[in-house]
């Protein structure tokens, strides 16, 4: 796998760690893509999947949480429980954002503070990349998912409701912070 992933122009070095059922794969170039790398280690015989950070968290792929799909969004609509926001509030490659208004405490971890209502408008606290995973928290999950389908709407593809929010959390156990912005 090495040498197919170093045979690909561009590519300077490869590295390969390997256990019994998976490989994890840290290659350093500026020219080739993602695609690219899985394409060379397909053609060298090995399977290729990939998930998100968040999505290797989850037991199953089938994204069925039992939520609603928000009206008027595209299929694909992806939730977190309570178990799985516990795993990656401290991720830095999550952004969670609490889109509730008013102010009403928030999740540790919490990178950004979103009206649902003005998503459009504050486009600059969002990560320019829009595969970057983002997750959603308000109150009780009205607020998220109208949020949500807003930025899938904007081109977001790795975005993640709380349903339950800010109560669920609590629910569960967890501290809610409140620092009276």
């Known amino acids: 796998m090495r040498s197919a992933l170093e045979g690909l122009d561009g590519v300077q070095s490869a ?30 015989g090995y399977g290729v999947s990939s998930a998100s ?10 994204g069925d949480t039992g939520e609603k799909q928000p009206a008027g969004q595209a299929s694909g609509y992806r939730t977190l429980n309570i ?46 990349d829009k595969k970057a995973e983002l997750v959603l928290y308000c109150r009780s999950g009205h607020m998220s998912k109208l949020a949500y389908t ?18 669920a959390w609590r629910q569960a156990g967890h501290t809610l912070l409140n620092k009276n912005h």
């Open 150 to 167: 807003t930025l899938t709407q904007m081109g977001y593809s790795n975005v993640y409701d709380v349903p339950g929010g800010m109560n």
């Open 15 to 44: 590295k390969v760690s390997l256990d019994k059922d998976n490989a994890v794969v840290v290659f350093n170039s500026s020219q080739v893509t993602i695609d690219q790398m899985k394409e060379a280690v397909k053609k060298a």
């Open 53 to 62: 950070q968040i999505e290797s968290f989850r037991q199953s792929t089938d």
């Open 83 to 128: 178990e799985e926001l516990a795993k990656v509030t401290d991720d830095p490659n999550v952004t969670l954002v609490n889109v509730h208004i008013p102010y009403a405490g928030e999740i540790p971890g919490t990178d950004a503070f979103i009206p649902f209502n003005q998503i459009k408008e504050n486009k600059g606290e969002l990560p320019r």
